[in-house]
């Protein structure tokens, strides 16, 4: 079983619709959790990023973690073209030295104008 | 206010040869992590390291691969007698400190011919 389990997709939706992205994981010590966002051929970037349970809001973004189910979730309001790319969730455990990010695979949405 | 760079961007190798990637971290960053990413798969962890100092290589392949983070320069992740396998985008992360967001490059597109 892989640690951090995300359906790849494709997602497609219109324009202006409500986005919700999943992923989730098995280990239990996984503490911070990380939402990148992954144009083709550039490098993740950084999008949201949740230390234990519960919600974070960024403009038109949300992130959810619910640790009891581990789950965490991605909601893009509104979402617009410039939406279209791949979205990778992350993770990493909290002991010492525990750098290492954990990916999921990414999903790949596409937002039709 | 550059950020992560990577270079070359794509690296073309015959089967048997060398291959090196180099990572030059964000201004004020000390902390370079090195990941994989195979096509259709999510980023792996391969290598943390702080100058001078290998923290973490348990992502690292046992043969062949080589990491090093220097007094001065760029990190340098080797590859020795590369094998098709080894074709993939290697991206390069760095933070500030220990725990902290982890910031991605480009990456380096690799292709072994």
């Known amino acids: 079983q892989k640690e951090v389990e995300q359906d790849p997709g494709p997602l497609s939706v219109p324009e202006g619709a409500i986005v919700s992205l999943n992923c989730t994981y098995s280990?239990?010590?996984?503490?911070?959790f990380m939402w990148y966002r992954q144009y083709s051929r550039k490098g993740p970037e950084l999008l949201m990023y949740?230390?234990?349970?519960g919600n974070k809001e960024d403009g038109r973004f949300t992130a959810q973690v619910d640790k009891s189910s581990k789950y965490i979730s991605l909601f893009i309001r509104d979402s617009q073209p410039s939406d279209s790319a791949t979205y990778l969730c992350?993770?990493?455990?909290?002991?010492?030295?525990?750098?290492?990010?954990?990916f999921g695979t990414g999903t790949r949405l596409t937002v039709i104008p | 206010n550059a950020g992560v760079m990577q270079n070359p961007r794509h690296l073309v190798r015959r089967r048997g040869q060398e291959a090196r990637l180099r990572c030059s971290p964000m201004?004020?960053?000390?902390?370079v992590y090195w990941y994989r990413q195979l096509p259709e798969e999510g980023l792996k962890f391969m290598v943390y390291?702080?100058?001078?100092?290998?923290?973490?290589e348990s992502g690292m392949p046992k043969e062949r691969f080589s990491a090093e983070f220097p007094k001065e320069g760029p990190s340098i992740l080797r590859i020795q007698q590369v094998v098709r396998g080894d074709s993939a985008a290697y991206f390069c992360?760095?933070?500030?400190?220990?725990?902290?967001?982890?910031?991605f490059g480009p990456g380096t597109r690799l292709l072994v011919l």
């Open positions: 390291l702080q100058k001078e100092n290998i923290i973490d």
């Open positions: 949740t230390y234990s349970s």
């Open positions: 201004k004020g960053h000390s902390h």
């Open positions: 992350a993770m990493s455990a909290l002991e010492t030295g525990a750098n290492n990010l954990f």
């Open positions: 280990n239990s010590a996984f503490q911070y």
């Open positions: 992360a760095s933070s500030r400190g220990n725990q902290e967001t982890q910031y």
